[in-house]
């Protein structure tokens, strides 16, 4: 079974609004991350936030990580439709060598 | 330009025979990875690499095999031991530090279809 799952799978919302997609994970982990990628393309990686981190911000995103009920959100604000890709939250469990990835939220942003 | 890169972008093969994938980068990263993504799912791991010469099994390794003769190329070689191997395949690299990897650079990928 999955380690990370994101929630929702699909997410369509219109330019501007804000979008909101949940993961949660199985085990502990040292770190979780979040990637984005556009169709038929590689993973970009957007942001890594640490086991004893609470909250990140980088640009429009903001990641928040709750390791009591081991799940993260990821919060993309005034979303534009150059925002639509899949985004997959990652983790890095025991030992460290080894990057769970989630099946991921297909995001749609319509303009 | 630093970066990661694989080629072919697509690769036909018929049943029976053997591919090999190729992987390179210039980012001088230690650590160096092989997934496998299917339509709508996210990625599986098949192998990573710490180090040269040396590589560890990920999730699917059954019916691939992999090299790291060199610290920039980690070639994955898709045998006709694996059964179902139509899918997308990405290659990422990272830093290594204190023992855990953080951020990972990704290729572009190599659609692989088996006719």
């Known amino acids: 079974s999955q380690q990370g799952e994101e929630d929702p799978q699909a997410l369509s919302i219109q330019e501007g609004e804000n979008a909101t997609m949940n993961c949660s994970y199985k085990t502990s982990i040292n770190n979780l991350q979040w990637y984005r990628q556009n169709s038929g393309r590689g993973l970009v990686h957007l942001i890594l936030i640490r086991s004893n981190e609470r909250e990140k911000h980088s640009g429009r995103l903001r990641v928040t990580l709750d390791t009591s009920k081991k799940s993260s959100s990821l919060l993309i604000t005034a979303s534009r439709a150059a925002d639509t890709a899949s985004y997959f939250c990652a983790t890095d469990v025991g030992g460290g060598f080894k990057t769970i990835f989630g099946a991921g939220t297909r995001l749609f942003v319509k303009a | 330009d630093g970066g990661i890169t694989q080629s072919p972008k697509y690769l036909f093969r018929k049943e029976g025979q053997n591919v090999t994938l190729s992987c390179e980068q210039n980012l001088n990263h230690d650590a160096m990875y092989w997934y496998r993504q299917d339509p709508g799912q996210g990625l599986r791991l098949i192998y990573y690499?710490?180090?040269?010469?040396?590589?560890q099994k990920g999730d699917i390794a059954e019916g691939y095999s992999v090299s790291r003769e060199k610290k920039e190329s980690f070639p994955l070689t898709v045998t006709s031991a694996q059964k179902n191997p139509t899918a997308f395949y990405l290659c990422?690299?990272?830093?290594?530090?204190?023992?855990?990897?953080?951020?990972?650079?990704f290729g572009p990928g190599t659609r692989l279809t088996v006719l």
């Open positions: 990422a690299s990272s830093i290594l530090a204190g023992g855990s990897h953080g951020e990972q650079f």
């Open positions: 690499s710490q180090i040269v010469n040396d590589f």
